[in-house]
């Protein structure tokens, strides 16, 4: 028997995806201040790849609605963008669709919980 560890190797399939899109309305106040954001009405929660196309929808978001960039990782595609609820879900559906329209980016279907 082995006590060698198993190794993990995570790979990104070359392709234009958001692979999810999604918004917390209300979030509970400790979820804000773990994520560093003072308060917030609703987080929204993307994932892209290619990665630095976080830059991209962080653009869209920003210039679309009254939010602000809460996280952006141009290494890992995060991008979380926090404002009022129907602020981030506008937000979020313009960049879905203008990454899918006019990028021809895979777009992810936009979850609320």
């Known amino acids: 028997m082995s006590d060698e560890k198993p190794r993990v190797i995570q790979e990104y399939v070359p392709g ?10 209300h979030p509970r106040r400790e979820l804000c201040e773990k994520l560093g954001i003072a308060s917030c009405q609703a987080v929204g929660i993307l994932t892209i790849t290619p990665c630095e196309a976080a830059i991209i929808a962080a653009d869209i978001a920003t210039k679309t609605a009254a939010v602000e960039i809460g996280f952006l990782d141009r290494f890992t595609g ?8 129907s602020a981030v879900e506008t937000a979020l ?6 990454l899918s329209e006019r990028l021809g980016f895979a777009g992810a279907r936009l979850t609320t919980s």
Do not use: E, P, R
Request: net charge positive; hydrophobic share 55%.
């Open 16 to 25: 234009k995806q958001v692979t999810l899109a999604h918004l917390i309305a």
């Open 93 to 98: 559906g313009q960049v879905t669709a203008l």
């Open 78 to 85: 995060s991008l979380v963008i926090t404002g009022g609820v």
